[in-house]
């Protein structure tokens, strides 16, 4: 067999070859992995920023398509002569009955243009409220209005000191039977 001295000249041989093909190849190799993995991550994370950006704008541009649309509901109501003027009569105390019927069915009618719309409130100025409710149907009882706590007349004399367009918000939401309503 082989002397003492040419086993240990060997295995020291052997040490330094396998200390070379670790050198020379796996460290590259886990050096180039760990140069990859960061590249790519970072490369990853650009990417998935610019498609949430990409998202979010275009989230914005469907929410603003969509307030654009309520707010033209709201608009045709305001330049409706008709409904103007059964408002008019409604402020003046003329037909009370006849005129918040009629007041109502155009309410209904605008409530069911747009599907999230859930009711339309017209404020008089004493205060005074035609609603339609499109959940419960109700036309006697306001649920956001009173789970809020809005003082209608408070209400009306904000909104009318800008004469501008304004959207609620969701705070004022009601439980009607088993589903919340916002």
């Not at 060997?10 to 020379?24: E, H, N, P, Y």
Request: proline fraction near 2%; glycine fraction near 8%; hydrophobic fraction near 40%.
């Amino acid at each position: 067999m082989w002397p003492q001295r040419e086993r240990r000249f060997i295995r020291s041989f052997r040490g330094q070859l396998i200390a070379a093909l670790l050198m020379v190849s796996v460290l590259p190799l886990i050096v180039i992995q760990g140069i990859s993995f960061y590249r790519i991550e970072s490369i990853m994370q650009d990417n998935t920023n610019e498609l949430i950006e990409a998202n979010m704008s275009s989230t914005l541009r469907g929410v603003a398509l969509t307030l654009d649309a309520y707010g033209s509901v709201l608009n045709q109501l305001y330049t409706d002569d008709g409904l103007v003027a059964l408002v008019g009569k409604l402020n003046d105390g003329q037909d009370m009955a006849l005129n918040s019927n009629q007041l109502i069915r155009t309410l209904r009618t605008a409530c069911y243009a747009k599907e999230y719309i859930q009711g339309i409130t017209v404020i008089m100025k004493d205060g005074g409220m035609v609603f339609y409710d499109k959940l419960t149907g109700s036309t006697i009882r306001n649920a956001w209005m009173e789970q809020g706590g809005v003082d209608p007349a408070a209400l009306y004399d904000q909104i009318s000191s800008d004469n501008r367009l304004h959207l609620l918000p969701t705070q004022f939401a009601a439980q009607v039977g088993n589903q919340r309503v916002s």
